[in-house]
């Protein structure tokens, strides 16, 4: 049983509307009872429920994030396109940077870079995601990638203060699989001996569910996890939410 304090992001990617938000009464409900467990709630659906989110959970202990946004700091011919000050005008407190999703649709570090700066300064809190691919893994650079990552993604930004790290393994992400328990606590490890004294929040994200959260909330240097389709059921990200803590 761990008795720090957890985050718990729930990342929808492309799924829900305005009725879905009906479901998310009982995680409610459970966050108004839970007295004795620390933790945090975050939510980051798509862009058309941020508003509505943000306004159904406005006197909660729940909160609101996005997923991603344009590099642009003011507004501009960007067809499709919000920048951060855009959805924190909106309801949004955190936002989802550098997801692999989004990575291999062609974001790169520099892209990335110039999305957290501008996060940053329309006081929105980052969430930032680094992982390496199956490939990179075989070839054991995943160090090094993860190193190129966090010190691109993350130049010349001093105050990271507001900066929680997403450790998610691309060949995790969606496919049942997760890392060895002694491989997670080296890399955790790793990335936070990047920062020093005074490393970041890290996350875990990567095919998190009910049946694995037993051994993932064992690395106890862990402060939370990033969770995908597990998340879009209310069941099922409060049942992880409750085995953290078991």
């Known amino acids: 049983m761990t008795n720090k304090y957890m985050y718990f992001v729930a990342n929808w990617k492309m799924f829900g509307d305005l009725r879905t938000l009906n479901s998310l009464d009982s995680v409610i409900k459970f966050s108004n009872t839970n007295k004795k467990n620390k933790l945090k709630i975050i939510y ?23 997923q991603n946004c344009h590099e642009s700091e003011i507004y501009g ?7 951060a000050g855009m959805l924190k005008n909106v309801g949004a407190k955190y936002i989802i940077l550098g997801h692999s999703e989004n990575r291999q649709l062609g974001e790169t570090d520099k892209l990335i870079n110039l999305k957290i700066k501008s996060a940053i300064k329309s ?35 001093k105050n990271k203060s507001n900066i929680i790290l997403a450790y998610e ?5 969606g496919t049942g699989l997760i890392p060895k328990s002694d491989d997670l606590l080296k890399t955790v490890l790793f990335i936070k001996n990047r920062f020093g004294k ?38 099922k990200f409060i049942d992880i939410i409750k085995k953290t803590f078991n």
């Open 44 to 66: 980051c659906p798509p862009n058309t429920l941020i508003r509505p989110l943000s306004k159904r959970l406005k006197k909660t202990k729940l909160e609101v994030g996005a």
């Open 77 to 83: 011919a960007f067809t499709g396109n919000v920048n």
């Open 123 to 157: 006081g929105l809190k980052i969430i930032f995601c680094i992982g390496e691919t199956l490939k990179e893994k075989r070839n054991k650079k995943t160090n090094q990638v993860l190193a190129k990552q966090i010190n691109n993604g993350l130049k010349s930004i």
């Open 169 to 173: 393994p691309v060949w995790s992400i």
């Open 198 to 235: 005074k490393p970041p929040k890290i996350l875990y994200g990567g095919s998190v569910n009910s049946n694995n959260i037993a051994q993932l909330k064992d690395i106890d240097i862990i402060d939370g996890f990033l969770i995908g389709g597990a998340s879009q059921s209310s069941k």
